[in-house]
């Protein structure tokens, strides 16, 4: 089956015609309403013919038609507009977006790390592809020659006795059944449960592929595996797979055969009607990117990725209150020596809503300082190609007289930075800049004093 691939980026709006047929559309609206509920946000629209991405990459599959969105991470210094550009230049900008979001996700931990590596990007053209060859590659490095053995309970009947003879059924065998012995055994085999699920991610692959060279490769790996029986994998599959030091290296393919199949993905396969899809929010990408990025780089600080607050108590006449309803979870609770710092939260906004702060976000990162009983507030975006550059820098707000021993002025710094997430060739930045960590570094030790406002 041919498909044709559609190479759009994200939050594109109406920069392309849609070629759907009508059957397609239902199928792209279907798709769209799983997102919507699960999500509560929209992946991709057609309005009079023209097709809408927003925040969420990757690819989608409908019927012949793949749509591959992808992030907005190429040349850094490209201020030109997407809707001027070539067919080539567009393809020269995917192939960069593809690695960097292979790069990205990886860092990030939201796709299993490959041995591999970068330096296999060939043929494919489009990060679905891509990924399936540097799955298949790593499957055939950790598998090598042989497929992975476990001992494996098996009961038959046998001409001599193995393991342990089941007395309760031998003991109602009928006369002319005695000469053999029901037996509970285990057995060195192959066919386990690991392998089933692997035998079924490359059948799962070959459905989905149009590249000839994974689609083969995965036909010939599946076509080893005739000794290992076909199994339905449902979701509480995982609990039959148990990790020790002989299989710990197939860690990273069962994530990825899990995500295949289940995880990040939206799939429906009943009657003609059908789609997959293998995406992933950027929203979400973006803030567990910050997390490890901080982490590797301020390493006199502990960053907790979303843990929980609550910012109102019950009241008590006496003053003796705990938090205890209004639950939040900010993306980063920032802490040095144990105690709270500071709150951080990650929007990606490519368009940095014209450079100013919003007011939803200010009173939200207020919240967010009441829950955490600290005074700093830091809301991080990316620094993106061709994007308004952020022109409100903070807030310093002071809050009502609060009682707690005694009154007390309560003041709250709310900083807005952009963080740089390419080098200068273009590539995903595994540690912040030099000029990125001496700014979060200085926020998160300035004190809460007005006189320090000149400080944004």
């Known amino acids: 089956m041919f498909v044709h691939t559609l190479a759009l980026f994200e939050w594109e709006k109406g920069t392309k015609k849609s070629s759907f047929s009508d059957s397609d559309l239902r199928i792209l609206k279907k798709f769209n309403d799983s997102i919507q509920r699960a999500e509560k946000s929209d992946a991709l629209t057609i309005t009079y013919g023209k097709i809408y991405t927003y925040s969420f990459v990757g690819v989608i599959q409908i019927g012949t038609t793949r749509i591959e969105i992808l992030p907005k991470l190429f040349d850094p210094e490209r201020n030109q507009s997407l809707t001027t550009l070539s067919e080539k230049e567009r393809e020269q900008l995917a192939t960069t977006a593809r ?166 993905t939206y799939s429906v396969e009943q009657g003609p009607q059908s789609y997959y899809a293998l995406i992933f929010d950027m929203n979400l990408v973006f803030e567990k990117y910050i997390t490890k990025l901080l982490r590797h780089s301020l390493q006199e600080y502990t960053f907790h990725y979303q843990e929980d607050l609550h910012l109102a108590s019950d009241h008590h006449p006496e003053f003796v209150y705990a938090r205890n309803k209004k639950r939040l979870i900010p993306d980063i609770i920032v802490k040095e020596q144990g105690a709270s ?58 809050l009502d007289k609060l009682v707690k021993e005694k009154k007390t002025d309560r003041c709250v710094h709310i900083f807005a930075r952009s963080i740089q997430m390419l080098d200068e060739k273009g590539r995903i930045l595994k540690r912040l800049t030099k000029e990125d960590e001496e700014t979060v570094r200085g926020l998160l030790d300035l004190k809460s004093n007005p006189k320090n406002i000149s400080s944004f």
């Not at 001599?160 to 065998?173: E, P, R, S, T």
């Open 99 to 264: 690695k960097n979001l292979f790069s990205l996700l990886s860092f990030a931990g939201m796709i299993p790390y490959y041995k591999s590596g970068m330096s296999q990007y060939g043929k494919e053209r489009d990060f679905f592809e891509f990924l399936i060859a540097l799955f298949l590659t790593d499957l055939e490095t950790v598998i090598g020659p042989h497929f992975h053995h476990e001992y494996m309970a098996e009961s038959d009947d046998l001409s001599h006795i193995k393991g342990k003879l089941n007395f309760q059924q031998q003991a109602v065998k009928l006369p002319s059944q005695l000469h053999t012995f029901s037996c509970t055994f285990d057995e060195f085999s192959i066919d386990n449960p690991l392998n089933r699920l692997i035998k079924a991610t490359l059948q799962r692959i070959q459905d989905l592929c149009r590249n000839e060279e994974n689609k083969k490769r995965a036909f010939n790996f599946s076509s080893l595996m005739h000794d290992i029986q076909d199994e339905e994998i449902n979701p509480a599959y995982l609990s039959q797979l148990h990790f020790n030091r002989l299989n710990e290296d197939f860690k990273g393919i069962v994530e990825f055969c899990w995500m295949i199949l289940f995880g990040s």
């Open 341 to 398: 710092i500071g709150v951080i939260d990650t929007k990606y906004k490519p368009d940095l809503s014209r450079g100013y702060i919003s007011n939803v976000d200010t009173y939200q990162m207020m919240a967010y300082c009441v829950a955490n009983e600290s005074d700093k507030a830091l809301l991080l975006y990316p620094k993106l190609p061709a994007q308004d550059e952020l022109k409100e820098r903070g807030h310093f707000i002071v």
